[in-house]
């Protein structure tokens, strides 16, 4: 079944988050961004204006946490497989990573399709962030080749093997894994643009500029005057220029997801969100740019 979206104002449609859950999963990898999520606005002094549209797919109609909470899926992985180009965002948790890793579960299928999708389809803009350990799904697929990421810091040796194994396994470049950050974000994007217009990369030396606001597709300018890409050239980034956020542990994902928060709405909204949530926004690590 198709989710209804639950607020709309002009052009600023609700961005479609999709939270794919697994059982045993961490509840915090789970609740903390969709707090984030759910409390932005577009406007906010509109609680009608929601910036984000949450749909939760799971292989069960309940799937029980680490912690004993049971959560309600919305829509089965059949269905989410189905439905996949409707999405922006997949969020990808930890928790019991390994059993779905060595019975090969979803969402390990999911997240190989959705990074298929962007390939395919290059002018949309996509994210993929996992919290915790779901990096280490990622990994499996063979996603973070070539990318810098993290983990929690006591899964870092082995999710370096895991990396280590899909490089070998692919024949693709190493995984850079950063320990200590709160999240790392790969393929930094920019609002399309004509192919003569500078190139995607945002550097030391962009300092100072406006970051872009871009999202779905990145068609939608909305007044900025910042750096823009082309379609081939964010074809030409890796996975088709799929962002790819991994977060540290648990209580990470808030920062990644504030982090999301201000690239695809704005900067103002993600503060106003920490400022709401009582939290100090840790920032992490933006390859090959700048944190805004």
């Not at 030409?236 to 920062?255: E, F, Q, Y």
Request: aromatic letters at 6%; hydrophobic letters at 40%.
């Amino acid at each position: 079944m198709a989710a209804n979206k639950s607020s709309a104002v002009a052009d600023q449609e609700p961005i479609d988050v999709l939270f794919a859950l697994h059982p045993k999963f961490d509840m915090l990898d789970f609740a903390g961004p969709l707090e984030v999520v759910t409390s932005a606005l577009f406007n906010p002094k509109d609680a009608s204006t929601k910036a984000f549209e949450v749909t939760v797919v799971a292989a069960e109609p309940q799937v029980l946490s680490t912690q004993g909470v049971v959560v309600s899926s919305q829509i089965t992985f059949k269905e989410a497989h189905e439905r996949l180009e409707d999405f922006d965002v997949l969020v990808i948790v930890g928790g019991n990573v390994k059993d779905v890793i060595s019975q090969e579960l979803e969402p390990l299928g999911l997240i190989n399709d959705f990074a298929e999708l962007q390939k395919r389809d290059p002018a949309r803009e996509r994210t993929v962030l996992s919290v915790c350990t779901g990096s280490h799904l990622l990994a499996k697929e063979g996603i973070l080749a070539g990318l810098s990421a993290t983990t929690h810091p006591d899964y870092l040796t082995e999710f370096e093997k895991l990396c280590s194994e899909a490089a070998t396994r692919n024949m693709t470049e190493r995984t850079d894994v950063i320990e200590d950050a709160r999240y790392v974000v790969n393929n930094l994007r920019f609002d399309l643009g004509d192919e003569d217009d500078n190139p995607y990369i945002r550097r030391k030396s962009d300092a100072g500029r406006r970051p872009s606001n871009a999202r779905k597709g990145s068609m939608s300018l909305r007044g900025s005057n910042s750096r823009r890409e082309s379609i081939a050239r964010r074809a030409a980034m890796r996975l088709g220029g799929l962002r790819v956020i991994t977060a540290g542990g648990v209580s990470a994902g808030v920062d990644a997801a504030l982090y999301l928060v201000s690239v695809m709405v704005d900067e103002e909204c993600a503060k106003n969100v920490a400022s709401y949530m009582q939290w100090t926004w840790n920032k992490g690590v933006v390859v090959d740019g700048l944190d805004i």
